[in-house]
């Protein structure tokens, strides 16, 4: 996984409409996972093809497609990704846009300010206790709630480390 040059393109014809969902959601997933420890480590990737390809998705996908291509094209620094990720940011759907304004933060924009501002309001108008959870749906829930408001946080953290 810390070789992108190879294990990229292998997962980007992998995650290609004309795969099965089941692989596509992995090579996804995968690509997100690839990106983020390159971005971790320092070394963001740059590739233009794997750039346009997520761009392709998530204006063609939805749902659970477009909100983890979302969440791998936040890892790709450029124009074109940053772009279409403030486009992202209007989605109607809240995961999608969640991890729009998260690339965004990682890439160093302040255009999520607001939407983070959003979530930590609502975050503490709510309770987090997992051992109330009592259903499987509740725990979906619950799990989605808490990777709102760390997202948020992340946010919070990324700028003030950015501060002289």
């Not at 009592?134 to 953290?157: D, G, I, P, S, W």
């Amino acid at each position: 996984m810390d070789v992108p040059e190879e294990v990229l393109p292998i997962l980007r014809t992998a995650s290609s409409a004309d795969q099965d969902p089941w692989i596509r959601q992995q090579a996804l997933l995968s690509l997100g996972m690839v990106l983020g420890r390159s971005h971790v480590a320092g070394r963001p990737v740059e590739d233009p093809e794997l750039t346009q390809h997520l761009i392709d998705l998530t204006a063609r996908e939805t749902g659970l497609f477009r909100h983890i291509a979302t969440y791998s094209l936040g890892f790709l620094a450029g124009e074109p990704a940053e772009a279409r990720l403030l486009v992202l940011m209007s989605d109607a759907d809240a995961k999608t846009r969640a991890n729009a304004a998260s690339g965004l933060a990682r890439n160093g924009s302040l255009a999520a300010v607001d939407l983070f501002a959003a979530l930590l309001k609502e975050a503490g108008d709510q309770e987090f206790e997992p051992s109330r959870i009592a259903q499987e749906n509740e725990a979906h829930a619950y799990f989605e709630r808490v990777q709102l408001a760390t997202n948020a946080l992340m946010f919070v953290k990324l700028q003030a480390e950015r501060l002289p």
